[in-house]
């Protein structure tokens, strides 16, 4: 090791699912939404006034803030807006979990949270989840540093009710819990009623599924104005101008057309209760998903032979290898109905 090497920040990052360039594929990978983005958002796009493009965007995003805070019946201070909820997530570490305590989340989970607390020097205990791959709520009762899990959780797609929720949250009132809600939207029961009592709860939130605007990078938390404000001053302190005009601009048109986003909602659901069906058929077995995304496992077909030949057939699934409990296991995405016609044609032949 070189002599300055010693003083790196060294890290192992986060490895996002694969994004192919190619265009003949089904990407049923990274739990994006098969559905165009809301109508308004195109129209603003193709009449936007590039010349204010020139200038810094608000740094507040107030627009957008003032569209999400309407929409959930909040007010402007009591949301953060950022570059996806990868940003926000990250602010909220950073601003909340500096206790020196170690912080909880489950083991099987979103693999950015262990990156996150690396990155930031966070002490942290995985709780394994339980036979049923359910997050055991006993384990959150001990002392700890902060709270993280994404509800429903992610690989799994399995939705804690909200009575579950709150007993956690209304255990740990000392530290600050955060509930990443990315897949609410698919049928989970939001914590949002919780946060008119407890004033240590942050939501998550992202327009890059249910709202169909990855890559847009849009997403935000909830919380109270006081804690809200913690993590603005974080924020500022990094970076004042993270949400450029073009993403602000979109992300109003995104979350006002609540017409169209219960309509691209609901056939994803009604796709994923199709191919729940399908799946067991076919022999598959299956965690009760309220995600846009089934996590698979076959008792005669391993993962790692499924994996590559569907990828053959150009479509592409996920699969994580470790931890060991679910290698055997892929998370496939909801994808429209056609798609999803295409993925059984080829599990139909394959398994037979
Ligand atoms: C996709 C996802 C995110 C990140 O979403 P972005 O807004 O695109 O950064 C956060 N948490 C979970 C659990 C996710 O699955």
């Known amino acids: 090791m070189k002599a300055w090497e010693k003083n790196i920040r060294s890290v192992i990052p986060y490895v996002p699912g694969e994004q192919p360039q190619q265009s003949e594929i ?25 010349d204010l493009l020139r200038r810094y965007p608000d740094p507040s995003a107030h627009d957008l803030v003032k569209a999400i805070a309407e929409y959930h019946g909040l007010q402007t201070d009591q949301v953060f807006v950022g570059v996806g909820s990868d940003d926000v997530l ?3 570490f950073l601003t909340c979990f500096n206790s020196g305590k170690p912080i909880l989340f489950p083991d099987i989970t979103y693999s950015f949270y262990d990156v996150w607390a690396n990155l930031f020097r966070i002490p942290y205990d995985k709780q394994p989840l339980d036979e049923d791959f359910l997050i055991r709520s006993k384990d959150y009762q001990k002392e700890n540093g902060g709270i993280i899990f994404p509800n429903p959780n992610a690989p799994t797609g399995i939705a804690k009710p909200l009575d579950e929720i709150e007993e956690i949250v209304s255990q740990n009132q000392n530290v600050i819990v955060i509930i990443d809600e990315a897949y609410i939207d698919f049928g989970g029961e939001s914590a949002l009623p919780l946060l008119a009592k407890y004033d240590h709860l942050l939501i998550a939130r992202t327009f890059s599924k249910s709202r169909s605007l990855a890559g847009m990078r849009i997403g935000y938390l909830l919380g109270n104005p006081e804690l809200i404000g913690y993590i603005h001053n974080c924020k500022y302190s990094f970076n004042s101008y993270t949400m450029n005009q073009t993403a602000i601009d979109l992300g109003i048109e995104a979350i006002r057309d609540d017409a169209y986003f219960l309509a691209c909602t609901q056939k994803i659901i009604e796709t994923r209760e199709w191919a729940k069906e399908q799946f067991r058929s076919l022999g598959f077995e299956f965690l009760d998903s309220k995600a846009n995304f089934l996590f698979v496992t076959h008792p005669n077909h391993s993962a790692e032979d499924i994996f590559p030949a569907l990828k053959k057939e150009g479509i592409f699934v996920r699969h994580f290898k470790n931890p060991k409990r679910i290698r055997n296991y892929l998370r496939i995405s909801i994808g429209t109905r056609d798609e999803m016609e295409t993925l059984f044609a080829f599990f139909k032949r394959f398994i037979s």
């Open 26 to 50: 089904i990407k049923l990978n990274t739990n994006e939404n098969p559905y165009p983005p809301a109508p308004g958002v195109v129209e603003a796009l193709r009449s936007m006034d590039v």
């Open 90 to 92: 990250a602010m909220a």
